[in-house]
């Protein structure tokens, strides 16, 4: 979750909402992603996309079936979907996402009966990915 944050740190640095993504393939990153959807103006560019497409480039495939991912805050709605469309099997998550959180907070999609299932852990180092969060909408106001 640490090199997670360091992405979210990035975003932070960019004027971008801090969160960040990792793929981990035995215990090695494969990839790392972050939110880019200002500099990039592209509504579809959080974290875990950046990273789900960063790892579909490195390995040459779209099936992510010995991966996990490590994410700063709970995927939303559609990046809970590309998780399971990328056979994801592992998902970690940061801070709960009171909003859009679609790993258990707000609903859960991958209690769905979608043909995949991640197995999903949240609340690591959720202090440090919220507090991120709340320094950045405060520097904003």
């Known amino acids: 979750m640490n090199k997670a944050l360091e992405q979210a740190k990035l975003a932070f640095d ?3 909402v801090p969160v960040g993504a990792i793929i981990v393939q035995h215990d090695k990153i494969i990839s790392v992603g972050r939110n880019k959807r200002e500099t990039q103006k592209n509504a579809l560019l959080h974290a ?3 990273a789900i497409n960063n790892a579909c480039k490195a390995l040459g495939g779209w099936r992510l079936w010995n991966c996990e991912i490590y994410v ?3 995927p ?3 990046c809970a979907g590309a998780i399971i469309n990328a056979h994801i099997p592992k998902v970690y998550f940061g801070a709960y996402d009171f909003k859009n ?3 258990g907070t707000i609903t859960n999609l991958f209690e769905m009966p979608y043909n995949f299932k991640p197995d999903c852990t949240g609340g690591i180092m959720q ?3 919220a507090q991120l969060l709340k320094d950045f909408f405060k520097k904003l106001r």
């Open 127 to 129: 202090e440090q990915c």
């Open 14 to 16: 960019e004027g971008e």
């Open 48 to 50: 875990e996309i950046d």
């Open 72 to 74: 700063t805050l709970e």
């Open 76 to 78: 939303c709605p559609m």
């Open 101 to 103: 959180g679609s790993c």
